[in-house]
Structures are given as structure tokens and as C-alpha cells.
């Protein structure tokens, strides 16, 4: 009920149209349907399969005009490699969650079917072999991903990926991930920017990994905890959050958290 409360606010303030109103039983008010004039919600379609490839969505029989919402993969958290020097420490800081973009299209013959693509959530890496993490992928519906019918729809950018600076024992502050960049739609909103860490000084034992940058929207996940000492990354949460930095000292390797993908979440009406 949340979720059928909440999607008026957002067509109304993004798509400049107004007239909604509630229907119920006098009963039972919480059995409602929402109806956007001259439309009626009949269905919502979330789309989550095979990340980071081209995808064809098919819109319910009788679709007029859809809603859509884009949320780009968070990007993972920093990991570590330390040398083994005792007094050595090392923290990697938050990836960034991702962008939320939405836009509204309508129809009157009725919507047809349209290419999109999720982006994937961003890989911590290995920390053993010094593989950096990566970003998360941008969340795309329509024309950038093919021969879309109504061109670009929505764009919505992943996050940054968090840094694993040098192991020493000098203090340092290592900023987090650049939450992901709204590319394209009538609703834009960045993600979240990944926590900072922090590097200790001589004595390596207090270092402080930085959480993972959250993603908006209802669709929206957190980002990854930050953690303790000697410990793996935190991974982002559905959909969207960021990874969490990995905290280490000595002769330990640790991993940072994966972004989690992103996802499109589609109102279809009637």
C-alpha cells in the first residue's frame, strides 16, 4: 500500500499532471487502486534478470503509458593487501550507491516492447592479487541500449568504486566513491557517496573502513556496514547500494564488499 500511496507524489511533481484520486471500499480503505487520468495502474513489472546485458522488455496487454524508474549498480568497497608490517595499516573506503532516474511515456495505441539493460553491481576484487574493485553499471531503458522505439527513456549512472590506498603508518583519510550520476529522465536523483576511511597511525590498530554509499527511491537498497578490524567489506543490499571498505593491519588480506545491481521498476496503466 506504501508503494501505490507514494508513486502519486512522483508523477505529480515529474510530470506536472495532477488529477489523481484513490478508489475503495468503504469497508476496506486499504484496498485502493490508484488512477492517474485518463490512466488506471493495472500492473507493475520490476526487472532484475542478467545484469549488464541487453534485455527486451514486454509491456501487460492493454499498456498505455508506463512510469518508469532506473536505479544504476552500487560500486564495491575498497579492499586491502597488507605486506605484513606489524605496525601497518590499511582501509578501504565506501563505493558509491547507484543513480535513480524516471520518467513517464504514454501511448495511445498502446506501448510498445523496449530494449533496456541492468547495470551490474561493482566487484570487490581480490584483495590476494591486488585486483582493484569496480564501479557499478549504468541502468538503461530505451534507445542507448539498441533500436529503442522512443529513444532514450532512462539513465541512470552506478556507483563509483572505493579506493584501497597504501599500506603505512602515516594517518590517512581516503574519500569514498562518487555516488552514480542521473544521465537522463524527468526524476533524477544521484546515489550516495561512499563513506571515507580512515588509516592509522604508528600503532596499525585502529583503522576505520567506510560504509557503502545507499541508493534512493522505494526500490533503492543500502549501502554495505562499515566493519572491523580485519574484516571483509559489508556488500550493498538490493538494489543499488554500494560495497563497505575492508579494514586490515598486518598480515591480512580482505576483500571489500560488492555493489549490489541495480534494477527498473515499471507502472504499467491502462
Known amino acids: ?57 514486454t509491456p501487460t496487454t492493454g499498456t498505455r503509458a508506463i512510469w518508469v524508474e532506473c536505479i544504476g549498480g552500487g560500486g564495491a568497497g575498497g579492499g586491502n593487501n597488507n605486506s605484513g608490517a606489524a605496525n601497518n595499516s590499511w582501509a578501504g573506503s565506501g563505493g558509491g550507491g547507484g543513480a535513480l532516474t524516471g520518467n513517464f511515456l504514454s501511448n495511445p495505441t498502446g506501448i510498445p516492447s523496449e530494449n533496456y ?14 585486483t582493484a574493485p569496480t564501479a557499478g553499471g549504468n541502468t538503461l531503458f530505451g534507445g542507448n541500449t539498441g533500436n529503442g522505439t522512443f529513444g532514450n527513456i532512462c539513465n541512470a549512472g552506478g556507483g563509483a568504486a572505493g579506493i584501497q590506498p597504501t599500506e603505512a603508518t602515516t594517518i590517512l583519510v581516503q574519500a569514498g566513491g562518487a555516488g552514480g550520476v542521473p ?88
Do not use: H
Open 1 to 57: 500500500m506504501q508503494l501505490r500511496k507514494t508513486l502519486p507524489l512522483l508523477l505529480t511533481a515529474c510530470v506536472g499532471v495532477a488529477v489523481w484520486r484513490f478508489e475503495g471500499q468503504k469497508k476496506n480503505p486499504d484496498v485502493v487502486l490508484a488512477t492517474f487520468e485518463p490512466y488506471k495502474l493495472q500492473n507493475v513489472q520490476v526487472l532484475t534478470n542478467n545484469p549488464g546485458t541487453n534485455q527486451t522488455y
Open 117 to 130: 539493460s541492468v547495470g551490474l553491481g561493482g566487484n570487490a576484487g581480490n584483495a590476494n592479487n591486488n
Open 183 to 270: 544521465n537522463t529522465g524527468k526524476l533524477m536523483i544521484p546515489g550516495g557517496v561512499g563513506g571515507s576511511s580512515l588509516r592509522s597511525g604508528t600503532n596499525g590498530n585502529n583503522p576505520i573502513s567506510g560504509a557503502g554509499g545507499s541508493a534512493a527511491g522505494l526500490a533503492g537498497g543500502q549501502g554495505g556496514q562499515a566493519v572491523g578490524l580485519n574484516s571483509n567489506g559489508g556488500n550493498g543490499s538490493n538494489y543499488g547500494g554500494g560495497g563497505s571498505g575492508a579494514a586490515v593491519n598486518g598480515a591480512n588480506n580482505k576483500n571489500g564488499g560488492n555493489g549490489a545491481q541495480g534494477v527498473i521498476v515499471i507502472y504499467e496503466f491502462t
